[in-house]
């Protein structure tokens, strides 16, 4: 039945050229934006997905400069370390031509003086963008607990939230600075006779407790700096970070306190300090107990002094403010004293040197993170040119169909007009 109120092919053919200049306009969006979902109508879950990876893209680029920026501060530390270690060796020659009998010691305490004054210049001059790791100013504690900073590394997301993850990097103060004295730390200052005297033997005690979590001296080990409830002011305890030094006669060891350690490990650690600066263990013994050290002349020597002294916030460099090689005695003592001094220049380089590894490892682990996160949401929301392409041309097609048709449903009616003629 020909109908010229309702026009069904008509009707078809218009909801075909609909749907086709549809198809039609999302194809032509796709290839202009370059996207297949470029709003969230298109795909509300692949575009909330990759609008959180476009965040995460973002929150590591802020990753990559914060590793430019701490990799930086890091090599200044680790050349300003590695530069002092030189000048100390190039000293430690100085002070052992100053052992020998027909030498001119003032000449030679000059040359160590200038060096000791390079090295002071070397440590202040060691900052990047304000932060200087080497000169004892660094006061904050990073993530390890220990005195330092952080460099953020990472953004770290799970289902619970995103986190952040630092790389911890410990200060090293080479500085020149000496530091407070323990208060309740009694330095001992006892003389040894000859062996075979009524007092050839002295027993060194720590004279202090440790600090506590509750704020107070009595504790029983040392407690890193950062832990919460330890007051680092307070100079009647011995807290991680602390220097201990030892001096028999003309020979000084020394000994940096580490966490966890107790009166038996700090001993412990002073007569492995000694052993290194060269005591001599056929002269003196080194008897360790639980919680002192006893020192035995054995030589016929008497009048031979013994000292401890303990000290916090002490720079690792600071025998250099009283080294003096012009008389016998001082070089003697700068013998003893400069290796140690060389082995903390070298701790400090190498510490610098892992940590400035790490991050230039997590630097480059970010850069291709942010590549591969890149490239996912590339594969979820960019469009395929070539197959939006074909289907532009077919679309086309279809639409010049669609209209001819449209065109021809159209013109049904005016076939009625020909039964009333």
Known sequence: MSSILTNNGAMVALQTLQSVNKNLNMTQAEISTGKSVASAKDNAAVWAISKVMESDVQGFKAVSASLALGESTVAVARNASETVTDLLTSMKDKIVGAQGENVDRGKLDQEVQAIIG?????????????????????????????????ILSSLDRSSSGVAISNIGVDANNLSTTAGDALTAAAADATILTENGGTDDDVVVTLGAAFLTAAGAADGTVALKRSDAGVDDTNLAGVVEGDVMRLKIGDVEGSYVVRAGDDQSAI????????????????????????????????????????????????????????????????????????????????????SFGSVQSRIETQSDFIGKLSDSLKSGIGSLVDANMEEASARLQALQVQQQLAIQSLSIANQAPQSILSLFR
């Open 118 to 150: 390079q090295i002071k210049s070397v440590v202040g001059a060691a900052q990047f963008n304000g932060l200087n790791l080497v000169n004892g100013d660094t006061d904050g504690f990073n993530a390890d607990g220990n005195t330092g900073v952080d």
């Open 267 to 350: 001993f412990a650690g002073l007569k492995n300090g000694l052993l290194e600066a060269g005591i001599s263990d056929t002269d003196f013994t080194l008897t360790l107990a639980t919680a002192n050290l006893t020192v035995t002349n054995e030589t016929s020597a008497a009048g031979i002094g013994v000292t401890l002294t303990q000290e916090r916030g002490t720079g690792g460099l600071a025998q250099l403010e009283t080294m003096d090689v012009s008389t016998e005695a001082g070089a003697a003592t700068a013998l003893s004293q400069i290796e140690g001094m060389i082995q903390t220049s070298i701790d400090a380089a190498a």
